[in-house]
């Protein structure tokens, strides 16, 4: 099989070390399509609003044309092949940073049968958590990995600026954050939930809000996500 | 050095296991301290709001007294001994959950200097990260790990409800989770923020919003720290 990787960007360099010493593989410039020589698929790793202008200039080069975007449903390709999907990695790259690709799930969709089997053979070439899914479940999927990776990490950054103002290093503070995600492995989030808002303690909350009083939106972040919190624990989702 | 630890509790046990090879350690339930023999160092692991009650019982018991909770002054304790102090581990801790006592930070404190030392000597005994924190940077170390881990935590279980209605297994975003905090080993949290909402991404924020309509308050969360990504990456933490 004859694979071409469109983008030099993060995913685009990650897929295309995954790939290369398993498949007849290249890696081309998105702005420069014209050294894309026929291949059975073309995988197209560009920013969501780059997608469209790049495939265009892919038409008739690959029998299948995918996009890689979390958000985007598979239809947007729908005018420039008879074959075309979805490859999704969720997962965050990083230029040097190594990833073991076999732990990182992909997320696969395709228009006709043939088109899911191709996706489905590559990536269980290089992982081996590969699942079907339709545009409607990937953008739940995309919106749940806001909410627990780039919004958690937003908290991160609140909690490095708290700790800044205590003279006290963030590293401080890797332990628990470890912990705290470790603990996933046994414990549902709903079970492992933890610390004043699950316990009711009503005091050290009203304290904290205190200590937020000149800072309204992260007062407000902490109001919404402890009520957040009681919620949960009055209504647990039952697994 | 004779060590009670008064209360049977997660925090009480594990504090117990780590100490009893190093010091003559007693484990007390703290609702009979009568059994308490006098010793060096009272730590009392038990609730905020029982704390007053326990210390009160070990009057002349121990030459120190120290509680361990991360929200409240030491001073609560000044009526009790007159040497008297913080022992604060910063770790979430469960029952049966191991935990390598060695990179838990230990965060003391003491109203003298002999009583400082004391806990210190305690706290080196079993861990690599002892610092001297008063109880104003103590509470702002608390309040930032509320942020840190109880609230991401509560972002996991919303990933996970999200995941739920697209028939997705919650594990599959773990892989991404852990990439997310390992990330932190080598960056601070604003240079690892990504997602729409750092990179401005407007038509991925408003799609994500309607999907949210019927949960407003996961769209107040939305919305707040998007804004909150949006105002750190225009004003960064220069480290």
Redesign the interface.
Known sequence: MKISIVGKGNVGSHLYNAFKEKFDTTLIDSRNPQNLNPSDIAIVCVK??AIKEVVQNLKGKARIIAHTSG?LPMEILNSYSTDYGVFYP???F?KN?D?CYH???FFIEGNNQHTVEVLRELANAISG?V?E?SS??????H??????????????????????????S?D??????????D????L???A???????RN?S??IS??LE??QNEP??A???R??T???R??SRNP?IK
């Open positions: 969501d609003d958000s969720l997962q965050t990083t940073v990833l732990n990182i799930p958590k699942k899914c409607e479940e990937r953008k739940k999927l919106l749940s990995a806001v909410f627990a990776c780039n919004f958690s990490n937003a908290l991160f950054t609140v909690a490095h600026k708290l700790l800044d103002s205590a003279d006290i963030f401080m503070l890797l332990p628990l954050i470890k912990q705290t995600v603990k996933l492995d046994k549902s989030p709903e492992a939930q933890t610390g004043p808002a699950v303690d005091f050290i304290r904290h200590m937020l939106k992260l407000e972040i902490y919404l996500i009520e957040l919190i919620d949960n989702v």
